[in-house]
């Protein structure tokens, strides 16, 4: 609106963007991750015994890489996903109808669901990127899509169940059906992510997001080509969201609409993230800790859980609405200055 | 097929009195409220609780459009104040995040203290055949309420001083204030002017079919859609957008079956977007 | 009737005009000079409230308008003209103009005057601002900012993406609300056309005021002549 009352050069403060990784201190990244799968490991023993606590646990792994993956995502590369859910609900159901009505294998199932998710986060970002469309273009189809696959879910009664879901037979032999092993299998998931994430941000894939971040025209200019690595990152992390929902759908042996929905995916995730910190390379996990702990101390509140969720996301983006904003780096304002300056 | 269309007229027109209501407050206040539809139920619920204690159906109407005003006037004096000192594309992403928290707080206020509620305005007049069809009293009073509505939409923004400053705003914000508008009492007029058409639709709307508590995102994302393809801040666009989805949505239920019309709209948004990314008008009134 | 004293003002901390101090009697028309960059335009956003003055005063008419809102400004009687004109571009020419008198109701005699000055946009007067040429853009901007029947008329860079034609038209408008009594605050480059109708000038580089005089003594002035003048 009034963007051409601000100079073009002093928006771009010296912050570095969150999501960098130096080559120093990457060590120091993967003892982290390192320190944090450990801790994590160890849960177990403390809650090993009781069922219901293990598949909360598990629930909570479920999220950080949800979380993660929204992280590159939005956090990487300023799309705003709100398809989360529907990304890894399309991986649940995939994988679970084809490995049960075909008896095709389900880690066969699992890699093929994840690389539709895969294909249609790209999808996403290329019609997004295709038509250089803001961010907020890319939240409504995303959350509109969110939406759509819900009703199809309901709608499709005989291959979904509908409302009331479907059992999931495959896997229903192996160990993923144990107390404990699918924590470990979850957590495992987790670290590949973490790694992935840190991996991919040293190579030449994350100077490119860094750039993107930092500047987007600036990074065109230096003929980095910015639609490619938005597709690349809505494509891998809708694979990575789309992996973890099939997992989940065969360790749990049950999915139902409910499980995938905006409500009850996106904005937990959504909270965690900011909670944790957009762009770092733990806060997922760190944020997904504190909200799964925090739901089931409170779980005898949990009509209230909505409530809570929208004041926490209102409180987190009010509180930190610096380390927010800089963190999605967004330099539309320019962009839109040099337009109107034009005569 | 004609009754089809009609059907897709009716719920058209509501849709683009819904669309509206966003979009000009996108246009005015850069400011995209997901928790728009969730004002509509707001106003829906309070109807429905105060003709349930004894209320006659005229005032309950205008109770429930008056707390969705309140509302829509609470949010701007409260928690968009911060988003109103951010520009452009800032201030739309902090206002989606923000009102998407809004729209949680007030889902599960609904949840929690009034889980079974709905409000249906029955017109038990006698149906009136229109082309040939028999066309429900409701329908036909939904439509005459919207149209009056939009009619009076236009009249505002076409006619009076007011509205053109609106207008002025959404078109250059900096020229207006040249110009001694104050954008900051236009962005109030214009959320409560939102607030009327959210509460507005719940009555129409629901003379044709209950409005359930759990509406306020579908309401929301219906209005986005319109928006979308009606160009984000075009008027006009909102209420042809809102006529065009009406109709597709009447056939695809009708000929497919219900769970579809979701992504049908949605191809329907995202091929707008492909092939004409400002919507059918632009990015202006 | 406009004093600005010991005016700084700038983007975030970075100050782009720094102490300086201006003043316009009534009736008289005033330029300030000065390159690219010097700071023209940031000292007279920051006069009409566009940029937050982060020291100094400015008065006007007796009374500190320092940091008051855009609006409140616009509403005393000051019109401000910027270089990118910011007309609304899907609203016909009399709409503009009409909002031009906002809050009131258009007044018939200041209409009858902007389409003497401008008899272009009587023709043009049903037709889409944005879609007409830079020239009328220019005249409906400045057409639009007498509607309000200002006391003070304030322009940055009037000519800006004007052929030299255009540019010597508008600057005989200028000429012409001068002769009509109208005090005028302008900022140009393009300094032959500006002196020719300024009293007074003003020389701004580097964000401070390094001359000012009567626009003759201006044009006489060596340093003037050879930095914006083409003198050798």
């Known amino acids: 609106m009034t963007a051409d009352e601000r100079p073009v050069s002093e928006q771009s403060a010296n912050h570095p963007p969150p999501g960098t990784i130096s080559r120093e201190s990457s060590r120091r990244t993967f003892l982290a991750i390192a320190a944090a799968g450990l801790a994590l490991a160890l849960v177990p023993i403390w809650i090993g015994g009781s069922r219901t606590l293990m598949g909360v646990a598990i629930t909570g792994l479920l999220f950080a890489s949800y979380a993660i993956a929204f992280n590159l995502i939005f956090g990487s590369t300023n799309q705003l996903f709100l398809a989360v859910g529907a990304l890894a609900g399309v991986?649940?159901?995939?994988?679970?109808?084809?490995?049960?009505?075909?008896?095709?294998?389900?880690?066969?199932?699992?890699?093929?669901?994840?690389?539709?998710?895969?294909?249609i986060g790209g999808a996403f970002s290329w019609i997004a990127v295709r038509r250089s469309l803001g961010i907020i273009f890319t939240g409504i189809i995303t959350l509109t899509f969110?939406?759509?696959?819900?009703?199809?879910?309901?709608?499709?009664?005989?291959?979904?169940?509908?409302?009331?879901?479907?059992?999931?037979?495959?896997?229903?032999?192996?160990?993923?059906?144990?107390?404990?092993?699918?924590y470990y299998v979850f957590l495992i998931l987790v670290l590949i992510y973490l790694i992935g994430y840190v991996l991919l941000h040293r190579s030449h894939i994350g100077w490119a997001f860094r750039a993107l971040r930092d500047d987007e025209i600036a990074a065109e200019l230096t003929g980095i080509n910015v639609a490619r690595y938005r597709i690349y990152a809505g494509a891998i992390g809708g694979g990575m969201l789309g992996f973890a929902g099939a997992l989940w759908a065969h360790v749990e042996g049950f999915i139902s609409p409910a499980t995938f929905t905006f409500v009850h995916v996106d904005?937990?995730?959504?909270?965690?993230?900011?909670?944790?910190?957009?762009?770092?390379?733990?806060?997922?996990?760190?944020?997904?800790?504190?909200?799964?702990?925090?739901?089931?101390?409170?779980?005898?509140?949990?009509?209230?859980?909505?409530?809570a969720d929208g004041i926490l996301l209102i409180v987190l983006f009010l509180a930190f609405p610096q380390g927010v904003i800089r963190a999605l780096g967004l330099r539309l304002n320019q962009l839109r200055a040099s337009r109107k300056a034009a005569p | 097929m004609t009754a089809v269309i009609l059907d897709g007229i009716v719920l058209g027109l509501q849709f683009g009195l819904l669309g509206v209501g966003l979009t000009v407050v996108y246009g005015i206040g850069g400011v995209l409220n997901l928790a728009y539809g969730q004002l509509a139920v707001v106003a829906a619920i309070v109807m429905s609780i105060t003709m349930r204690s004894g209320l006659a159906t005229g005032p309950a109407v205008l109770a429930g459009i008056s707390a969705a005003v309140a509302?829509?006037?609470?949010?701007?004096?409260?928690?968009?104040?911060?988003?109103?000192?951010?520009?452009?594309?800032?201030?739309?992403?902090?206002?989606?995040?923000?009102?998407?928290?809004?729209?949680?707080?007030?889902?599960?206020?609904?949840?929690?203290?009034?889980?079974?509620?709905?409000?249906?305005?029955?017109?038990?007049?006698?149906?009136?055949?229109?082309?040939?069809?028999?066309?429900?009293?409701?329908?036909?009073?939904?439509?005459?309420?919207?149209?009056?509505?939009g009619g009076a939409l236009i009249f505002f923004f076409r006619t009076t001083t007011t509205g053109k400053a609106a207008r002025s705003v959404i078109q250059d914000e900096v020229g207006a204030r040249l110009c001694g508008v104050n954008p900051a009492?236009?962005?109030?007029?214009?959320?409560?002017?939102?607030?009327?058409?959210?509460?507005?639709?719940?009555?129409?709307?629901?003379?044709?079919?209950?409005?359930?508590?759990?509406?306020?995102?579908?309401?929301?994302?219906?209005?986005?859609?319109?928006?979308v393809v009606g160009g984000l801040g075009s008027i006009r666009g909102a209420f042809l957008a809102g006529l065009i989805l009406g109709v597709v949505n009447a056939m695809s239920s009708f000929y497919i079956g219900s769970y579809v019309t979701t992504i049908?709209?949605?191809?329907?948004?995202?091929?707008?977007?492909?092939?004409?990314?400002?919507?059918?008008?632009?990015?202006?009134? | 009737?406009?004093?600005?004293?010991?005016?700084?003002?700038?983007?975030?901390?970075?100050?782009?005009?720094?102490?300086?101090?201006?003043?316009?009697?009534?009736?008289?028309?005033?330029?300030?000079?000065?390159?690219?960059?010097?700071?023209k335009t940031t000292l007279l956003r920051a006069i009409c409230g566009l940029l937050p003055v982060s020291s100094g005063n400015v008065q006007y008419a007796g009374t500190s308008i320092t940091n008051l809102a855009v609006h409140e400004i616009a509403r005393s009687g000051i019109a401000f003209v910027p270089a990118q004109r910011h007309l609304f571009p899907e609203m016909t020419v009399a709409e503009n103009l009409a909002l031009g008198a906002f809050p009131h109701r258009p007044d018939p005699d200041q209409h009858a005057l902007v389409l003497d000055l401008f008899p272009r946009l009587a023709e043009r007067r049903h037709q889409a601002a944005g879609t007409m040429s830079g020239g009328e853009q220019q005249m409906l901007a400045v057409g639009r900012a007498l509607m309000a029947n200002p006391q003070l008329l304030i322009l940055d860079e009037p000519t800006t993406g004007l052929a030299p034609r255009l540019a010597a038209q508008a600057y005989e408008s200028l000429a012409a609300l001068r002769g009509q009594g109208m005090t005028i605050l302008v900022a140009e480059q393009q300094v032959p056309l500006v002196l020719g109708i300024a009293d007074r000038g003003y020389v701004l580089e580097n964000g401070e005021i390094q001359l000012e005089g009567l626009a003759s003594d201006l044009r006489g002035n060596p340093t003037v002549q050879r930095a914006y003048l083409g003198v050798v």
């Open chain 1, 267 to 307: 904005v937990p995730a959504l909270v965690m993230l900011v909670f944790g910190g957009i762009g770092t390379v733990l806060g997922p996990v760190v944020g997904a800790a504190v909200f799964t702990y925090l739901g089931e101390v409170l779980a005898s509140y949990s009509q209230l859980r909505l409530i």
């Open chain 1, 91 to 119: 991986g649940a159901y995939t994988s679970a109808i084809i490995s049960d009505r075909l008896g095709v294998p389900f880690p066969l199932t699992m890699v093929l669901a994840s690389g539709l998710s895969m294909f």
């Open chain 1, 146 to 182: 969110s939406l759509a696959f819900d009703n199809l879910l309901l709608g499709q009664r005989g291959l979904t169940g509908g409302e009331t879901g479907i059992v999931v037979d495959a896997g229903s032999d192996t160990f993923l059906r144990n107390q404990i092993p699918p």
């Open chain 3, 1 to 39: 009737m406009l004093e600005v004293s010991n005016l700084s003002a700038g983007y975030d901390a970075k100050a782009v005009v720094l102490d300086v101090s201006v003043n316009v009697r009534e009736g008289e028309a005033v330029a300030i000079i000065g390159s690219n960059g010097a700071g």
């Open chain 2, 264 to 285: 049908i709209l949605l191809a329907a948004a995202a091929l707008t977007i492909v092939v004409r990314p400002s919507g059918l008008f632009g990015a202006k009134a």
């Open chain 2, 185 to 227: 009492a236009v962005r109030t007029l214009i959320f409560a002017l939102s607030g009327v058409l959210a509460g507005l639709f719940a009555t129409t709307q629901a003379m044709t079919s209950p409005v359930p508590i759990s509406a306020g995102f579908d309401f929301t994302i219906t209005a986005l859609l319109v928006t």
């Open chain 2, 71 to 149: 509302i829509a006037l609470l949010l701007n004096f409260t928690i968009l104040k911060p988003v109103y000192k951010r520009d452009d594309e800032d201030r739309v992403l902090l206002s989606l995040l923000l009102t998407i928290g809004v729209a949680f707080i007030i889902d599960g206020f609904l949840v929690w203290r009034y889980p079974i509620e709905a409000l249906s305005l029955n017109i038990d007049w006698d149906p009136v055949s229109i082309l040939g069809v028999r066309m429900r009293a409701g329908s036909l009073l939904a439509s005459a309420i919207t149209l009056l509505a």
